[in-house]
C-alpha cells in the first residue's frame, strides 16, 4: 500500500508552459512534504518543502500548494524551461521516515 | 566540497555472497538514511539512523543491515543477497530532523 500517490506518470509540456504535478497523501501524521528534482544517473535533489501548517510555498518558478483538508498536494513550474526536463518526486515524512510518490517524468518540448 | 559519497557505483555479483555498500558524508550531519530505487516504485526508505549507535527501520528492511559505528559512515550490508534486490541504491544525509536531505551518486546493484 503506498502511502503517497504521485501523478502523472509523465508529463510533456510546451516551453513557457506551466507543469503541474499531483500527489496526495492518507496518513494525517506527516509533518513534512518535500519535492525533489532527480536527473538521469544523479541522486534526488531537493527542490522544495513545504510543512502543513502553510498552504502554498513559492521559489522562483516552482510552488507548492497545499491542501491540509483534502491531503493534497502539488507542484506547479511555471514558466518550464527544457533544462527542468526530470523525473520529480513527491514525499511525504513523520519523523525519521520518508514515503515517496512514484514520480514524475517531465519533458518540456523547446 | 560538501558531499554524501557511496562505493561501489555499479557492482555485480551472484545469489547469496554478501556485500556492503559504503556511505559517507563530510557535512557532520545527525541523519542518515538508505533508499532503494525502482521503477515505478519511486524511492523507498530501507533504514534510517539518527545518531551513532542510533538506527531503525524503514519501510523496506528485509535482507538488509546497517551499522553506524562513526557520525560520518553509514553502511548498508546484504548478507545474503537475492536477485529481488536488484536495485539502485541512494545513501542520504541530513544535519538534523528538519534539515535538507542530501543523497549520494547512487549504486547500480544487480544480483544474478
Known amino acids: 500500500q503506498q502511502q503517497v500517490k504521485q501523478s502523472p506518470q509523465s508529463l510533456i509540456v510546451q516551453k513557457g508552459g506551466i507543469s503541474i504535478i499531483n500527489c496526495a497523501y492518507e496518513?494525517?501524521?506527516?509533518?513534512?512534504f518535500p519535492w525533489y528534482q532527480q536527473f538521469p544517473g544523479k541522486g534526488p535533489a531537493l527542490l522544495i518543502a513545504?510543512?502543513?501548517?502553510?498552504s502554498e510555498k513559492k521559489e522562483g518558478r516552482f510552488t507548492i500548494s497545499f491542501n491540509k483538508s483534502a491531503k493534497q498536494f502539488s507542484l506547479h513550474i511555471m514558466d518550464s524551461q527544457p533544462g527542468d526536463s526530470a523525473t520529480y518526486f513527491c514525499a511525504a515524512s513523520n519523523f525519521n521516515k520518508f514515503y515517496f510518490g512514484s514520480g514524475t517524468k517531465l519533458n518540456v518540448k523547446p | 566540497e560538501a558531499q554524501v559519497t557511496q562505493n561501489p557505483r555499479y557492482l555485480i555479483t551472484v545469489t547469496g555472497k554478501k556485500l556492503t555498500v559504503t556511505c559517507s558524508q563530510n557535512?557532520?550531519?545527525?541523519?542518515m538514511s538508505w533508499y532503494r530505487q525502482d521503477p515505478g516504485l519511486g524511492l523507498r526508505q530501507i533504514y534510517y539512523s539518527m545518531n551513532v549507535e542510533v538506527t531503525d527501520k524503514g519501510d523496506v528492511p528485509e535482507g538488509y543491515k546497517v551499522s553506524r559505528k562513526e557520525k560520518r559512515n553509514f553502511p548498508l550490508i546484504l548478507e545474503s543477497p537475492s536477485p529481488n534486490q536488484t536495485s539502485l541504491y541512494f545513501c542520504a544525509s541530513r544535519l538534523d530532523r528538519v534539515g535538507e536531505q542530501y543523497f549520494g551518486p547512487g549504486t547500480r546493484l544487480t544480483v544474478t
Open positions: 557535512m557532520n550531519h545527525e541523519y
Open positions: 513545504i510543512r502543513p501548517d502553510v
Open positions: 496518513n494525517t501524521a506527516f509533518d513534512y
